[in-house]
């Protein structure tokens, strides 16, 4: 499971996953909670824009918005190597 502060930045986190994936004979569960909101292990500096909490999008209540901020964190959580969000 990575943390924000086993990251340095979005090139080094790449290498870091493509590393381990490479290194082990069966392809690794890579995790991070990147819930969104107030919960960020990774920031502007890693591709990941400023977004809203889970609370703030229950409220919302559109699921369009929601499936939109998704589909951007996961986007970037995939392109850098993490293939499980805890969130």
């Known amino acids: 499971m990575l943390f924000g502060h086993n990251v340095v930045d ?6 870091l ?5 490479g290194a082990a004979p ?3 569960l ?3 909670d990147q ?6 292990r990774l920031g502007y500096w890693a591709g990941i ?8 999008l229950g409220a919302l209540n559109d699921l369009e918005v929601t499936r939109a901020q998704a589909r951007a964190t996961s986007t970037v959580l995939r392109d850098l190597g993490v293939n499980l969000n805890l969130a």
């Open 30 to 32: 890579v995790s991070m």
């Open 35 to 40: 819930e969104g909101g107030y919960v960020t």
């Open 26 to 28: 069966i392809p690794l």
């Open 17 to 21: 996953t493509g590393t381990l994936q």
């Open 49 to 56: 824009e400023p977004n809203y909490s889970p609370q703030y």
């Open 10 to 15: 979005a090139d080094q986190l790449a290498t």
